[in-house]
């Protein structure tokens, strides 16, 4: 198998001035990217679930599941 080099050849490319520079008007090539280059988001991280909204939807799950359980238990006896 052989390799080819994906990038063209500099000199070859139309639209490229000597030296690889870009005449006014031509739309210049495509340039590679990063990932995350944006700016760092500081004011609002990604941590989980605070412990506070969390711990009233585990209680909300347990009343309820309360209230099935009376109600099977109603319905038995």
């Not at 944006?38 to 609002?44: A, S």
């Amino acid at each position: 198998m052989t390799y080819t080099n994906p990038d063209p050849d500099p000199e070859h490319t139309t639209g490229l001035e000597p030296g690889g520079g870009v005449p006014p008007g031509e739309t210049p090539p495509a340039e590679s990217s990063l990932p995350e280059a944006g700016p760092r988001e500081v004011h609002n991280p990604t941590k989980g679930w605070a412990k506070g909204p969390l711990f009233l939807i585990l209680a909300l799950v347990v009343l309820i599941a309360a209230g099935f359980l009376a109600y099977a238990l109603a319905l038995i006896f």
